[in-house]
């Protein structure tokens, strides 16, 4: 007689409690129990400030002494003395546009991140650290490109009232006044730019290039005058300035020419007031101010997500995994 006797293998699966884990501990479950470990947070509701640093990183434009007051301050001297399509009465302007932007932008993005440092991150199961780290990029990356689309929006819709204000710039670089010499009648037509091809009344964008008068002293006693590379004047300043680019600040044959065609006392030295080109840019020199306000002034974005500190903040009391066995029965 034979006997047989079957063994039945039996899948028992236990559930094993750890208390107060460290990060250490976590980061094994994580690794070997990914598929059952849970560890619920004590604090649900973490601030993203807790465990997120970011930090705009601004075009050198906006450390520049091109936008100090002291600079506008001395190119204003010559405000009033010539004509107002000249550098040497709108460089001051300029540099005071330019300054505002990088004001407004600097505002605009502190007040974003005030916002979003506040705003709490539910954690009521602690994730592993590599879902953590792809969220949170995600959060960020998503953060950034609605910040700096909420900005650049703003001014398209400061350009839009401008553009449909029926009201004279304050440089009559729109219209131009014409008197009848019989009646005396003043009347005003819309300004014309880009070889009269262009008028302020249908294009509130029109523009020509910039130019500075040469106001040494010459022998012939002549006129005469230079282009500012990437510079330009328009119906309305703040949209010539969003089409002018700052390469003459690139270069210091121009800029050095520019203060000796305005000969005006400047403290300033020609290095005070050049950008460096050798520094790492997104932009190119020839990139233009709309381009630079496209992203909000931004080069970067600096920023340092901490594991650790989230775990800290989250306060881990318990976590669990499971364990299978096998279990023999006859």
Not at 285 to 303: F, G, N, P, R, V
């Given at each position: 007689?034979?006997?047989?006797?079957?063994?039945?293998?039996?899948?028992?699966?236990?559930?094993?409690?750890?208390?107060?884990?460290?990060?250490?501990?976590?980061?094994?479950?994580?690794?070997?129990?990914?598929?059952t470990f849970?560890?619920?947070?004590?604090?649900?509701?973490?601030?993203?400030?807790?465990?997120?640093?970011?930090?705009?990183?601004?075009?050198?434009?906006?450390?520049?002494?091109?936008?100090?007051?002291?600079?506008?301050?001395?190119?204003?001297?010559?405000?009033?003395?010539?004509?107002?399509?000249?550098?040497?009465?709108?460089?001051?302007?300029?540099?005071?546009?330019?300054?505002?932007?990088?004001?407004?932008?600097?505002?605009?993005?502190?007040?974003?991140?005030?916002?979003?440092?506040?705003?709490?991150?539910?954690?009521r199961q602690?994730?592993?650290?590599?879902?953590?780290?792809?969220?949170?990029?995600?959060?960020?990356?998503?953060?950034?490109?609605?910040?700096?689309?909420?900005?650049?929006?703003?001014?398209?819709?400061?350009?839009?009232?401008?553009?449909?204000?029926?009201?004279?710039?304050?440089?009559?670089?729109?219209?131009?006044?014409?008197?009848?010499?019989?009646?005396?009648?003043?009347?005003?037509?819309?300004?014309?730019?880009?070889?009269?091809?262009?008028?302020?009344?249908?294009?509130?964008?029109?523009?020509?290039?910039?130019?500075?008068?040469?106001?040494?002293?010459?022998?012939?006693?002549?006129?005469?005058?230079?282009?500012?590379?990437?510079?330009?004047?328009?119906?309305?300043?703040?949209?010539?300035?969003?089409?002018?680019?700052?390469?003459?600040?690139?270069?210091?044959?121009?800029?050095?020419?520019?203060?000796?065609?305005?000969?005006?006392?400047?403290?300033?030295?020609?290095?005070?007031?050049?950008?460096?080109?050798?520094?790492?840019?997104?932009?190119?020199?020839?990139?233009?101010?709309?381009?630079?306000?496209?992203?909000?002034?931004?080069?970067?974005?600096?920023?340092?997500?901490s594991f650790?500190?989230?775990?800290?903040?989250?306060?881990?009391?318990?976590?669990?995994?499971?364990?299978?066995?096998?279990?023999?029965?006859?």
């Amino acid at each position: 007689t034979t006997i047989f006797i079957y063994t039945a293998q039996v899948k028992i699966n236990e559930i094993i409690e750890v208390k107060y884990p460290s990060l250490v501990d976590l980061q094994y479950l994580s690794h070997n129990y990914s598929e059952t470990f849970q560890c619920s947070c004590d604090n649900p509701n973490i601030l993203h400030e807790s465990f997120i640093i970011i930090e705009p990183q601004y075009h050198q434009l906006c450390s520049s002494k091109l936008i100090q007051q002291e600079w506008i301050n001395e190119i204003s001297l010559s405000s009033g003395k010539y004509l107002s399509d000249d550098f040497s009465y709108t460089g001051s302007l300029i540099f005071l546009t330019l300054a505002s932007f990088c004001r407004s932008a600097t505002s605009s993005l502190t007040d974003a991140l005030q916002t979003f440092e506040k705003t709490r991150f539910p954690a009521r199961q602690i994730l592993q650290e590599n879902i953590f780290i792809d969220q949170i990029h995600t959060i960020i990356e998503n953060f950034q490109l609605s910040s700096i689309l909420n900005f650049y929006q703003s001014f398209d819709l400061i350009k839009f009232s401008t553009q449909m204000n029926l009201f004279l710039s304050d440089l009559f670089s729109n219209t131009m006044f014409s008197v009848d010499n019989e009646t005396f009648f003043v009347s005003s037509v819309p300004q014309l730019y880009e070889n009269n091809t262009c008028s302020c009344d249908i294009t509130p964008s029109c523009i020509d290039p910039l130019t500075v008068q040469d106001h040494r002293i010459n022998e012939n006693n002549s006129l005469s005058y230079m282009i500012i590379p990437g510079l330009y004047k328009g119906c309305f300043l703040v949209e010539a300035v969003r089409q002018s680019s700052l390469e003459c600040f690139y270069q210091s044959s121009c800029s050095l020419s520019s203060k000796e065609y305005l000969q005006l006392p400047l403290t300033f030295n020609n290095s005070d007031i050049l950008l460096n080109s050798s520094i790492s840019s997104r932009f190119n020199i020839s990139s233009t101010i709309d381009q630079l306000l496209i992203k909000a002034m931004t080069e970067d974005w600096h920023q340092n997500v901490s594991f650790a500190k989230y775990f800290q903040q989250c306060q881990v009391s318990l976590c669990t995994y499971s364990v299978v066995h096998l279990q023999g029965q006859s």
